[in-house]
C-alpha cells in the first residue's frame, strides 16, 4: 500500500487518490477473488464471535430445521410482525411522476388499508427487502 499510508488522515483532497489506491492494490480485478477477499476480510474479524453465536443458536434450533425457510421467512418467525403505522408509512412515501390526491394512490392506500398485518409486512418486504420498520419510523427508509 500507500508508505506511511495508516499515518495519512483522508481529507476531501486526497479521498479520490485513496479510493483509486484502494480500489486497484487492494481489492483484486477478478470477481471471483474479490469476492473471497471480501469474504476472508470478514470472517477474519468475527469469525470466532460468528462461529459460537452459531454454536449457540443451533444448540436452540437444530438446523435441518431451518433448511425449508428462506432468510425473509426466518426474519418473520425470529422478529414476528411488528404493527406497521399506515399514516407514518403515507406520510413519509416520496412519490415520483404522481401526486398524493391521484385516484391511483389512493386506490393503493386504499388497498393496503385491508390488508392484514402479514400482508402489509409483505408488501414492505417487497419495497425495502425488509418486513421490519425501522425503530425510527418510516422516515428512515432511504430510498
Not at 470466532?48 to 454454536?55: D, I, R, S, T
Not at 428462506?70 to 416520496?94: A, F, H, M, V, Y
Request: proline fraction near 4%; include cysteine.
Amino acid at each position: 500500500l500507500k508508505p506511511n499510508g495508516r499515518n495519512i488522515p483522508v481529507t476531501e483532497e486526497n479521498k479520490k487518490e485513496y479510493v483509486r489506491d484502494c480500489r486497484t492494490k487492494i481489492y483484486p480485478a477478478n470477481v471471483v477473488e474479490r469476492r473471497l477477499y471480501v469474504n476472508w476480510r470478514f470472517m477474519r474479524g468475527i469469525e470466532a464471535q460468528f462461529l459460537a453465536l452459531q454454536k449457540g443458536f443451533n444448540e436452540l434450533i437444530p438446523q435441518h430445521l431451518l433448511k425449508p425457510f428462506d432468510q425473509k421467512e426466518l426474519e418473520l418467525i425470529i422478529g414476528g410482525l411488528d404493527k406497521i403505522d399506515l399514516n407514518d408509512w403515507k406520510s413519509n412515501t416520496r412519490l415520483k411522476h404522481c401526486m398524493a390526491d391521484s385516484n391511483i394512490v389512493k386506490w393503493f392506500w386504499q388497498a393496503v388499508e385491508t390488508f392484514d398485518e402479514e400482508r402489509r409486512a409483505r408488501l414492505l418486504q417487497f419495497v425495502t427487502g425488509s418486513t421490519r420498520v425501522p425503530l425510527q419510523g418510516f422516515k428512515a427508509l432511504q430510498g
